[in-house]
């Protein structure tokens, strides 16, 4: 069978990363996760106190030491799911914290970071056989993938997700603040100037605020066996 690149776009909290795990291991695919790579660059602006507490990052000083990082992804060997380490470390925790989801938009809004991100990303996409979840992975950076998907939810709906995995993390928030955080996320995203979070124009819609994630995997299996004539168990 022909491996192609699934891209899967969307709002924040949308569930993206559970849907797109969900595919590529339907499909045997490796999943890769952008959002990771803008959390990692972030959580090294934020060690290196490259913000000001009005939650604006110094581009000047990131954009001089971006070749100071190495990103790169692991495999957890308990659980076959990939970690995401810079320069060596394992920073898959870290990048998921309040502070880092709190600075990650306007960090990602910096042209060259995106540039930097962009060049790992299409590195590791010349394999094929890839699901990569982000913001622009179908209009920006493998605009010829194969098969995109927009994934979309009630801005509520995501905060209720985002705060039961938090809280499971044992991760302290209010609904407030993370609804709060959804909805700025999906504002900076969405009117950055570079690359922002547009549906693509051939990308398929997937609307999952009640939808269950076994739904959601029923709902591509269709897809996979009308649009290319595959069958998944
Ligand atoms: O998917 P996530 O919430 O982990 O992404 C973190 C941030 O990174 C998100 O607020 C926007 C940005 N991002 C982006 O601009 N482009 C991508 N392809 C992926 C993420």
């Not at 909805?183 to 922002?196: A, C, G, I, N």
Request: hydrophobic fraction near 40%.
């Amino acid at each position: 069978m022909k491996k192609i690149i699934i891209a899967i776009d969307g709002h924040s909290s949308t569930g993206k990363s559970t849907f797109a795990k969900a595919i590529a291991a339907a499909l045997g695919y490796t999943y890769l996760d952008s959002g990771a790579l803008y959390r990692a660059v972030t959580l090294y602006a934020l060690d290196h106190g490259w913000t000001d507490p009005e939650g604006r990052p110094n581009a000047p000083a990131i954009i001089d030491h971006l070749k100071d990082i190495r990103l790169s992804f692991g495999k957890d060997p308990a659980t076959g799911l990939n970690r995401t380490f810079m320069n060596g470390k394992d920073v898959e925790e870290l990048i998921r914290s309040m502070e880092v989801s709190r600075y990650v938009s306007p960090v990602s809004e910096i042209p060259l970071v995106r540039d930097f991100v962009d060049m790992q990303l299409r590195e590791w996409g010349k394999k094929k056989g890839i699901v990569m979840d982000g913001r622009d992975i179908g209009t920006a950076v493998f605009p010829q993938a194969e098969l995109k998907i927009f994934m979309t939810a009630q801005a509520e709906i995501r905060a209720e997700r985002r705060l039961r995995e938090l809280q499971s993390k044992g991760m302290d928030a209010t609904f407030e603040e993370v609804l709060a955080n959804v909805r700025q996320r999906d504002f900076t995203d969405s009117h950055r100037e570079t690359h922002p979070l547009v549906k693509a124009p051939d990308a398929l819609l997937l609307d999952n605020g009640n939808m269950t994630v076994e739904e959601q995997l029923d709902w591509f299996k269709k897809i996979m066996e009308e649009k290319w004539d595959i069958r998944l168990k």
